[in-house]
């Protein structure tokens, strides 16, 4: 995917989160000098597995596996500095060496305990209306961000800068919580005695993220920017309100960084054979429950963060035609092809209708994502295992022509398809495409 002409590559779920970016992106981090997050925060959780060892990395971008690469947060992360502690030890414990190889924005927005309490008490006042968020405090940590009331990495210098915020925010907390009619309670105090527990730490690991990554583009180093949560979760594109509260999708990326859009070379969206939401809000092609078992077994598909059974259904193309067009993807890459390895027969959605009528445009709210009724093809399974092929010319027929569909239903060329998670496990589709293997 790098080349001589692509230096800055995106990668971007282009469903709803859960695409196995994780390993698409360590897969490419080898050819990587910066590998830099843009947006979320621990909601998201990536799995990667090298040899016989997995690595769940929820603020760490995946380029930390590989000794080369310096690994950025930058400024439209919010950081969880007691998760990004934990983090870190986790990946020395297991004989990662991280000196000097991570580096956060001043820029980046903290998630405080308060951001996590009023997380929970929001989702439980909202009853069976809940949006399923993962509990990390993401929402109301943007939403300070936006409201000009957040505390930046950057505060930590100041302590008394960093009170008067936290202590602001923890009397907003409050009433908010009272509001809500819940129990929990902030305590400023509290909150700052837990600061003084991770502030040095973070203070050593600021960096200025975006100039760093601007001189290195200007040295002809190549920069991966590692997209979290996906196009369908984008708090504009996305199915609002079920959706996590940033710029998923490749737009965000040069925000979230600090580089104009016109640094940014290529945008690699990442799609599963099928798909799968966890979480609340509308899911066009889900499966009834006895064939969701089926593939979430076979697919392992239980959240990484939560641990929450997700929703599986089958490949969704008016999904990822419009992902490809909000994120204005260069290229595709698919991955798990092989959890359908054994279905006699696997289907596509290649367009919806409602009220059966065909629908044109992507519909903008849940209740018409939620009505309406996905257009199916069928194609057959290929009853084979495919975890051994490298090329695409080992693969069997059957999947070979389901790629070809799952490109045209998309509108994207396929560079890249994952037959399961070891590293090595990963076909490269040349520049002549599918329908040359
Ligand atoms: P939040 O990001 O925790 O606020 O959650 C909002 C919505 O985004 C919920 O439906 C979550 O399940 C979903 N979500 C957030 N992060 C991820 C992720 O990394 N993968 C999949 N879904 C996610
Ligand atoms: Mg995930």
New binding site residues.
Partial sequence: MFSDDVRCLVVVGAQ???EGKGKVVDVLAEQATIVARYQ?GA???HTVRVGEDEFILHLIPSGILYPEARCLLGNGVVIDPWTLAKEMAGLRERGIDLDGRIGISRRAHLVLPYHRTL?AAQERSRGSAK??????G??PTYRDKIARTGLRVGDLKDLKRTRTIVSDGANRANVVLRGLKDEARVECDAVMSSIEEVRSMMLDLCADTGDEIRAELGVGGRVLLEG???AM?DVDHGTYP????STTTAGGAAVGVGIGPTAIDEVLGVVKAYIT?????PLPTELPEKEAERLRQLGGEF?A??GRPRRPGWFDGPVARYASGVNGLTALAITKLDVLDTFDAVKIATGYELDGAPVGAFPDSVEDLGAVVPVYETCSGWNADTTGCRTMGELPTAARQYLGRLEEASGTPIRIVGVGAARGATIRVSDAGIAAA
């Fill in positions: 709803w989160g859960d979320g909601n998201a959780g997380d949006i399923g968020t993962t509990g990390r993401i929402g979290a949560q996906g979760l079920f959706v996590t509260s939401r966890v979480g609340a809000g959240g963060t939560t």
